[in-house]
């Protein structure tokens, strides 16, 4: 079936099925179980576009499905939550403190993450889910490291409330590995105070090179989890396993043949719709550079030279809004687009007396994805920077929340987006 269109199901305790989104389904009757969340008579559930769903019947069941476009829904001969994701649930249920789950992109990380935070919830102990995966974010916008503790069981990630988050800014952990390495530990601690017993941290699909092996060994040597699970369609990580091999403990689990494999584009629409739906109803607000502190950037940093702002000039053919150095590098900007000669001109001059020379047009930075901070440095939001102007102090960013009271760091990230929240272009790590 491949349409949109309504459709009542019966499935017998015991059989099983699988739903591809977007669609929604009620439970009329009888009981299922969704990544083994338990899903009774009169409650509803949207399934999100391009995501696959196991569905359980734990009762006789009747419910109620409409599909949307691509969708599909199809019965399932087998149990879709293998046996050895049933017993590695079971076995975490045993332990406390973090559980770490690696695999390739694809693997069913994030779905056996939410069974298993289902699966220990049905047993009354108080679970967390740490969601590193910044390009394909379960929890949380994309770019950050979300974390939430569940109050109760969820059979789809979208619902699940966003407790905490850690910026990184970037739809890969690639030229960002301290920020993904600190920020995993620190949403994962906070879980802890917060009254969690397991953590369980989902990773980034990232598992072949040497900054995944750099990153996957930080991370673990980091979080000194009580359990690796590591999902395997063959042996794809048995290189990051072996060095934990006999000093933390590893779960090995197969990925079923059912997970679904998706495409780059599929993962990178599920991004931009991930965040344009973040950024839905979000409105300019403007912030005094004077009071809030840039972080992940040279600007604002450094002290001013008038007489070096005044040779610039003389180069360029106008004024820059600011130029500063700090020991042998210098961060000059214009609160304009440069011509390309200009530009080049003003590089090569500071290139002859200084080490590192950055020189930023802010009309350039439109677009930037942002992360704000409270002066506690807990995250407040992301947001898309919308103009920033050195020579008046003044940082306009759209964000969905009211009140930029509350606002002390300004976090900047790589990617730039589009009013919709589609990737148009990025920086590099360093650039600004
Ligand atoms: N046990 C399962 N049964 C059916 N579908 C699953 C199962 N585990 C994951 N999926 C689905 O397969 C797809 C890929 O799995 P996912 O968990 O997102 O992989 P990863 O997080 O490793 O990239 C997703 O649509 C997911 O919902
Ligand atoms: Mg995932």
Redesign the pocket.
Known sequence: MNSSERMNINLEKGRSA?LVGPAKLMVIKGALSIFGATLRGATSFAAIA?????IVALEDSEFVISLGIGSRFERFDRD??PSD?RAAAELISRLSGTIVVL?D????????TL?AANALISKGRRVAIVDT?VG?SDIGPPGTIGMSILDKQYPSYPDVPLTDAYFIGDKSPVGHLLPMVVGARAVADKALALGADVVIV?TT?LVHGGVAAALKYNKIENLRPALIVA?QRESEIEHLLKPHEGYFTIARLKT?S???K?GREERAEFRSLRMGHYLMSSKVVTLDLRSVTLLNTSIGYGERDAALESAIAAVAGCAPSSATKDGKSVTVTFDILLHPAAFSRTLEMLKASFDQARVICTPKLRGLLVGLLNFKREFLCVGVLDEMRISDGKLKIRVPISDPSKVKYVSMGYLILDEYGNEVASIRPGEI
């Open positions: 699988l391009g995501r696959q769903y196991p879709p939550i994701w695999g992109v694809d693997a069913g990380k994030s779905g056996f069974y995966d394909q989902n699909g999902l079923p059912h997970v679904a998706r």
